[in-house]
């Protein structure tokens, strides 16, 4: 071959691949800064979502156990002693049940070491799966359990009306501990991305998203 026409080639091969290597960085890139955010604002959420809880029910025994003693009327005693249990069970679980978050993170800082981008994106879909699980009915069971037994204890003594609010106002609580849990890696898998559809010599632009929420795990295309 020519020189001339060696040195154009070389040139044009290198003006092509160029701004395609380039591209094919800034998007890894920018994939790596996504899960960044994924799991170091998923790790700080567990945390603040942990010990804020605790701090919580950590407050409401303390304040139950004095009001078993302290409290000027026997009923409001007898349903101290109910909250005393109901608060201790639940410092209990705070303390055992740990956010999957930080754990996920220092795996994370080891994965992204090594530069194993598909191991991190497997690591995010079993995050969000367990997210999805701890949204789920499954995360409601225990407390429906200490809840209904201690309005029923209440009920037991003569006071129907306070057990039912008992019972009430222990599953709001629990609702509002399940919703205010991390979920960065399953608001990052819903969104949609860039994708094409290939039907032999056709293609269509779209986007697709992967779906978790506590009733399905399932994915969408659009175009």
């Given at each position: 071959m020519h020189p001339f026409r060696l040195l154009t080639a070389l040139v044009t091969t290198l003006?092509?691949?160029?701004?395609?290597?380039?591209?094919?960085?800034?998007?890894?890139?920018?994939?790596w800064s996504e899960y960044d955010d994924v799991f170091e604002d998923g790790a700080r959420h567990a945390n603040?979502?942990?010990?804020?809880?605790t701090g919580v029910y950590a407050t409401s025994l303390a304040v139950n156990a004095y009001q078993s003693s302290e409290a000027s009327d026997d009923d409001d005693r007898f349903d101290a002693?109910?909250?005393?249990?109901k608060s201790a069970l639940a410092v209990g679980g705070m303390l055992t049940d740990r956010q999957p978050h930080p754990a996920a993170l220092a795996e994370y800082e080891?994965?992204?070491?090594?530069?194993?981008?598909?191991?991190?994106?497997?690591?995010?879909?079993q995050l969000a799966q367990a997210e999805?699980?701890?949204?789920?009915?499954?995360?409601?069971?225990?407390?429906?359990?200490?809840?209904?037994?201690?309005?029923?204890v209440i009920a037991a003594d003569g006071r129907e009306s306070d057990g039912a609010i008992?019972?009430?106002?222990?599953?709001l609580v629990n609702?509002?501990?399940?919703?205010?849990?991390?979920?960065?890696?399953?608001?990052?898998?819903?969104?949609?991305?860039p994708a094409n559809l290939s039907?032999?010599?056709?293609?269509?632009?779209?986007?697709?998203a992967l779906h978790v929420s506590p009733q399905q795990l399932g994915a969408t295309w659009r175009y």
């Open positions: 003006v092509i691949a160029l701004p395609v290597s380039l591209q094919a960085q800034a998007q890894t890139n920018g994939q603040v979502w942990q010990w804020g809880w002693r109910v909250g005393v249990v080891r994965l992204k070491a090594s530069g194993d981008l598909s191991g991190v994106q497997a690591l995010g879909l999805r699980e701890r949204r789920g009915w499954g995360a409601r069971v225990s407390s429906l359990v200490v809840n209904g037994v201690a309005g029923a008992n019972f009430a106002t222990g599953m609702e509002l501990q399940i919703w205010s849990q991390p979920n960065q890696a399953s608001s990052a898998i819903n969104r949609f991305q039907l032999g010599p056709m293609t269509i632009p779209g986007e697709y």
